[in-house]
């Protein structure tokens, strides 16, 4: 698969499911990313702008096997991960796998269960593997996380530890639609909801080989010296108490070149950084104690980075 292939396939997979997400083009084409890029999503937005929709959506659309877990505080870590069950038969203990075994996991409302079920899932994100009972089980391939949580409620919810936000590649909002996309979204879904007739225009094995052509995509000195010099600014910011990690530095360059290959380039662009350089390092970072007290956030401190340092040439 060449370049020109592979940003065909991208686009009729975001055609494919701005068919149920009506009028996010954007949004859409961030969680490509994501996926391409092998890493995870975190939709931080209000209930009912159709984060669950979307995960559902994509998973339809490359014919891959999809997953739901509601997070709740009763929620236990074999519930995610699976639990090993005796065969009386056998006389032995049998594996049973959790609904973490699939290709498109949504996590819905996160951050209701319990820290300890919250961990569960760190294992599974960064090595797409789960350890049970001392036997490590392989998860398929692709996989990908989307999680939600909604930003709105302080009561009965366990906010995710920066350890665990680090781990999400990006994090983003799907909003509000627009006055005519709303008429438009209502309309289409009186008689039938789009998800139904929703057909895969892709398969695994070709997800997988659209990970390896972006992994091959050119980046140039001059782009690893810019990304570098956007996490470093995070980490000398008087306005952060935390800046971002070495996997920040990696999460741009990898969503860089996965959005090169969307634009049919076997190379990096400065704006393929610019543009993904929000919602992949703002929930990386912390305010100090000062800026908080300033209404400031996060999101604001990055791009006042990237107006302040200058993009190569």
Known sequence: MDYVAAADLCRRIMDNVEQVIYGKREVIERTLVAMIAGGHMLFEDVPGVGKTMLARAVARTIGCEFSRIQFTPDLLPSDVTGVSIYDQKTGEFRFRKGPVFANILLADEVNRATPRTQSSLLEAMEEHQVTADGVTHPLPH????????????????????????????????????????????????????????????????????LQQVSSECHVADAIYD????????????????????????????????????????????????????????AHRVLLSAEARMGDLTTAQVVTELLERIPVPV
Do not use: W
């Not at 996989?143 to 009561?155: G, L, Q, R, S, W």
């Not at 008429?183 to 879904?189: G, Y």
């Not at 225009?201 to 070709?206: D, F, G, M, P, Q």
């Not at 530095?249 to 543009?275: G, H, S, W």
């Open 142 to 209: 692709p996989f990908m996380v989307i999680a939600t949580e909604n930003p709105i409620e302080y009561e009965g919810v366990y906010p995710l530890p920066e350890s665990q936000l680090d781990r999400f590649l990006i994090r983003d909002r799907i909003g509000y639609p627009d006055r005519e996309s709303e008429k438009s979204v209502v309309a289409r879904q009186l008689t039938c909801h789009p998800i139904e007739e929703l057909k895969a225009v892709t398969s695994a094995a070709e997800i997988i080989t």
């Open 226 to 281: 810019y990304a570098l010099a956007l996490i470093e600014g995070t980490r000398q910011s008087e306005t952060l108490y935390l800046g971002a990690s070495p996997r920040g530095t990696l999460a741009l360059i990898r969503c860089a070149q996965a959005a090169a290959t969307i634009r049919a380039r076997d190379f990096v662009e400065p704006d393929d950084l610019k543009q993904l350089a929000v919602p992949i390092l």
